[in-house]
């Protein structure tokens, strides 16, 4: 297990590794973990939506975030799709946690390919103090996508990505220029190229989201009647950055299918 660090920027890389688990042709488990987060969900489904949603929180950063966990169960309903921007728009997603959501979301994409199996993202962004940096991604160990960033939010290469901001509309874009599976890893390192900056934050030493710097409204613990007392979950913090060894390993231990499979 990764120990509690401080100053770990410059140590590594900021990495983020989903693991969707497909354990039969109606079940599909998914793991989010970084330094920042540990989030799993188990979704059930009929071939055709989404029918029931369980959520656990191993690491979540601010007190309110496991609230969110039940929050999921807005996902019950959700067509099956390819296509992540139709499960964003499914809820409000302000109204969700961030990255459970995102998990969640690949779990949608997963369950609606109709196979039994697993589907592994890492990603990585080493740890950067300006621009120009790399990021990229690998799908079940072979990499898919590199890019290079220009600007903390921009990209400059390759095409057709040159230029193009990773933020508004990032996702809808994807879904219009590529397939469906090279627009699913798109999205997924666009989230991990955002929040790499991250590394470079101390939040053991923030007493709560508003001094971390977390953005007002854009998730379920910055709402306004959850923003004031969004207080620091202390030891929830990880360094990742030598390695991706140890990130989701012990997720059969919380879901009793991933032991029979």
């Not at 697993?118 to 080493?126: F, G, H, I, M």
């Not at 971390?212 to 004031?228: D, F, I, K, M, N």
Request: glycine letters at 8%; hydrophobic letters at 40%.
């Amino acid at each position: 297990m990764p120990k509690l660090v401080r100053n770990r920027h410059g140590s590594g890389a900021f990495r983020r590794r989903l693991r969707m688990i497909a354990t039969d042709l109606n079940t599909v488990v998914v793991g989010l973990e970084d330094d920042m987060h540990h989030y799993e969900a188990s979704l059930s489904h009929d071939t055709r939506r989404i029918t029931g949603v369980q959520a656990t929180g191993p690491r979540m950063p601010w007190e309110p975030c496991e609230g969110a966990l039940d929050q999921l169960r807005l996902l019950v309903g959700c067509p099956l799709t390819d296509a992540a921007s139709e499960v964003f728009a499914w809820t409000e997603v302000r109204e969700q946690c961030t990255h459970l959501y995102d998990a969640a979301v690949l779990g949608v994409l997963h369950a609606a390919r109709g196979q039994i199996g697993t589907r592994q993202y890492d990603a990585t962004v080493p740890d950067w103090d300006q621009p120009p940096f790399d990021a990229w991604i690998a799908r079940d160990g072979k990499e898919v996508l590199r890019w290079r960033m220009a600007k903390t939010l921009e990209i400059e290469s390759p095409e057709p990505f040159s230029g193009r901001q990773i933020k508004g509309g990032f996702v809808r874009w994807c879904e219009d220029v590529f397939d469906a599976e090279a627009a699913e890893a798109a999205w997924v390192l666009q989230r991990t190229t955002w929040l790499s900056g991250a590394r470079r934050s101390e939040l053991e030493d923030c007493d709560d989201a508003i001094e971390s710097g977390l953005v007002a409204g854009v998730c379920w613990t910055s709402q306004p009647e959850r923003y004031q007392v969004a207080f620091r979950r202390r030891g929830t913090l990880r360094d990742h950055g030598p390695s991706s060894d140890g990130m989701l390993v012990d997720m059969p231990a919380r879901w009793p299918q991933l032991r029979a499979t």
